[in-house]
């Protein structure tokens, strides 16, 4: 069944259409952070200057460009001068990734809270794993695979916002997990639609709702962090996970094959960590 056939994402999106529900929104101090990014002839300097807004914001770009990762002198350096050595795709990363770890946290998932930490930490480590796979067998940019990562499974904000307005329906952790993964695709594409993020993101949540989509564009980005998905599940579980065609579709587009040397593994986990340390 596809899950836009799915009885429970046709309430929900009832609930969403008479405004029971609401699509995650970015947080009014971070909308015209959005917005300038969206221009890609938009000068540093006024973004610098909407940025200085948000002290939280601020403390996050700072942070990352004094990790290990970047080594960028920020006591040295003004924060216009930090935010064009790290580029304007690593902001917009961190913009979002700032974003998101507000939503995921809401207070109001408080009842639920178990599976809204389990499903942001999917969302920091397949990101993490999807910068480290895009750097390490130049597949893009990282900080677009990052972005790309961390929005895949945006949608799960939309499954959660529900489970917490129910009072009769119980499901266990598991029960939830498996919902989640089979619907957050769709509603993905909803919040990315919403946001305007570009085309490529877009196919990333198209390609989650239903792996055999297939667009006119190079379909790298998607098939980039399905292969991180897989990557991030065979770290927790002792036996590889499955891999069908469109996973393997997916490998073989980026000439990666699914059975990583434990080398590999070992390599790719490591720097997972060294990044999570940096955008948590």
């Known amino acids: 069944m596809k899950p836009s ?11 969403i259409d008479e405004k029971r529900i609401l699509l995650p929104s970015f947080p009014e101090q971070l909308i015209k952070v959005r917005q300038a990014l969206a221009d890609p002839e938009l000068p540093i300097k006024p973004l610098v200057k909407i940025i200085h807004t948000d002290p939280a914001l601020v403390g996050r770009i700072l942070s990352i460009a004094d990790s290990a990762a970047y080594h960028i002198p920020v006591n040295d350096l003004s924060l216009f001068q930090v935010i064009q050595k790290l580029g304007v795709g690593t902001i917009r990363s961190v913009v979002y990734n700032h974003c998101l770890s507000q939503l995921f946290n809401d207070r109001r998932f408080k009842k639920v809270n178990e599976i809204a930490s389990w499903a942001r930490n999917e969302s920091l480590e397949v990101g993490a794993i999807s910068f480290v796979l895009a750097r390490q067998y130049d597949l893009g940019d990282p900080s677009t695979a990052l972005l790309a990562g961390l929005i895949h499974n945006v949608g799960a904000l939309v499954v959660i916002a529900y489970l917490a307005h129910q009072n009769s329906m119980v499901l266990t952790f598991v029960q939830q997990q498996k919902l989640i993964r089979h619907i957050q695709g769709y509603f993905s594409i909803k919040v990315i639609s919403d946001w305007n993020l570009p085309e490529p993101l877009k196919a990333v949540a198209e390609y989650q709702n239903q792996p055999s989509y297939k667009m006119d564009k190079p379909m790298n980005l998607a098939h980039l962090v399905s292969a991180a998905q897989w990557i991030n599940r065979s770290f927790k ?18 000439r990666m094959k699914p059975q990583l040397s ?11 960590i060294a990044i999570l340390k940096t955008i948590r």
Do not use: G, R, W
């Open 5 to 15: 056939d799915s009885p429970l994402v046709q309430k929900i999106d009832e609930a």
């Open 237 to 254: 579980i002792t036996e590889l996970p499955a891999v069908d065609e469109h996973l393997q579709h997916a490998f073989e587009s980026l």
């Open 262 to 272: 434990q080398e590999d593994k070992d390599e790719i986990m490591e720097q997972m």
